[in-house]
């Protein structure tokens, strides 16, 4: 499988322009999956696809949504197309999606960091970047849920200085990417993906480009197909 999605991701590049190609090339090696942020419940789609252009611009790759009780529909104007090059999560098939999303976060090496005003135990210049971290951030209205900050790693204060106790969600989700993305890049870690991840998420990026991309594959593959037959005859 790993062998058959890098050959088709060198076979379509064939099909879209060298600019775009080159972008892509760019653009895949500033893309990171150490850190990645989790909506949990949020009410307003627009602050949604608001986080996700911002993930989209700070080169984080996945962005995780609990839809515990709000269903997310992407407002295109506000995200202006960022769902294309990102891959994003949707939990909402258990009773509570927000431990099953911790749980599988958990697995994959994540420390959960969940944001809040209250009772917190670091700041966001605390967070230790050297670990995997998922950004958790909560609804508009009542911020995380109990199960959220039950089970997080750590309860991460945004700092602030005036009357309003906290910032909107989607300006959390940005703030917290540009100190943690920035820290991040200057320092040592093996951040970036690996050439199989690259090649999955470059997949993803060239069948979005491409008019009829399914046809092609599949014509791709059927070709390849033939020719494994008629050499394995011969």
């Known amino acids: 499988m790993k062998k058959l999605t890098a050959n088709l991701v060198d076979y379509l590049k064939g099909f879209v322009v060298d600019e775009r190609r080159l972008l892509f090339e760019d653009k895949i090696l500033q893309r990171t999956k150490h850190i990645t942020i989790v909506l949990e419940n949020v009410f307003q789609g627009r602050n949604i696809s608001a986080s996700i252009r911002s993930a989209d611009c700070f080169g984080i790759q996945d962005v995780h949504i609990i839809e515990n009780d709000n269903i997310f529909n992407d407002d295109s104007e506000v995200s202006m197309g960022a769902e294309k090059w990102i891959c994003t999560h949707r939990y909402n098939q258990e009773k509570n999606n927000t431990i099953e999303t911790i749980k599988d976060l958990k697995s994959q090496g994540y420390q959960i960091v969940v944001t809040t005003p209250h009772n917190t135990n670091c700041d ?14 909560g609804s508009e209205v009542h911020g995380c849920s109990n199960e959220a900050l039950k089970y997080a790693d ?18 959390s989700v940005s703030l917290c990417l540009h100190h943690l993305t920035h820290k991040l890049r200057k320092s040592k870690i093996n951040w970036k993906l690996t050439l199989d991840e690259q090649n999955i998420i470059l997949l993803k990026w060239l069948r979005n480009s491409i008019k009829a991309s399914k ?13 494994k037959i008629f050499k394995s005859r011969g």
């Open 124 to 137: 966001l210049d605390e967070i230790d970047i050297n670990k995997k971290t998922a950004l958790l951030f």
């Open 154 to 171: 750590k309860l991460m204060r945004i700092p602030s200085y005036g009357f309003t106790e906290s910032f909107n969600v989607s300006v």
């Open 215 to 227: 046809e092609i594959e599949e014509k791709y593959i059927l070709e390849n197909t033939k020719k």
